[in-house]
């Protein structure tokens, strides 16, 4: 499983595909913008994309809480012999690697690579992405006891 990522970072990922979706370069300038010991931005989208890619792909095969031991194991197991989902890992291994050492250009593209696949995966259209990056903002901020947005 991908390790959990912070709020911050979590909103600071959704800004900038928010920002790679609409076009706006300052914002995606802005975002890219990172202090020492900070996380650069193409990171944090690439992990995103990770944590997105395997609770899509866990929904997709019915793994869920409540699953007995043999129902998690058979799911899992046909999870894990799925084209789609070995695909999946290695298109996400791909952008965390391109990720650390990413230009402004190749954050970019991480960023447009992470959207199309949400969209293809989830079988939203790409009047989806906004309000599905919405729902993820407002979700985090949940979770740090914030008020939604």
């Known amino acids: 499983m991908a390790d959990v990522m912070a709020p911050d970072d979590i909103l600071r990922a959704c800004g900038y595909l928010e920002a790679v979706w609409m076009e ?10 990172h202090g020492p010991g900070e996380v ?4 944090l989208v690439a992990q995103l994309g990770d944590s997105v890619m395997q609770l899509l792909l866990a929904g997709r095969f ?3 809480d409540g699953l007995s031991r043999q129902e998690l194991q058979a799911a899992t197991e046909a999870m894990h012999a ?9 298109l996400i ?3 965390k690697e391109i990720a650390s050492t ?6 970019e593209a991480i960023a447009r690579a992470v959207i199309s696949y949400i969209v293809k995966v989830s079988d939203a259209s790409p009047d989806d992405v906004l309000p599905l990056l919405a729902q993820l903002r407002q979700a985090t901020l949940q979770r740090m006891g914030g008020e939604p947005a």
């Open 40 to 43: 650069s931005t193409p990171v």
């Open 82 to 90: 799925d084209p789609v989902v070995r695909v999946s890992k290695i």
């Open 93 to 95: 291994q791909t952008l």
């Open 62 to 64: 019915g793994i869920r």
């Open 102 to 107: 990413a230009s402004p250009g190749q954050a």
């Open 24 to 33: 706006d370069a300052a914002n995606m300038a802005a975002l890219l913008d």
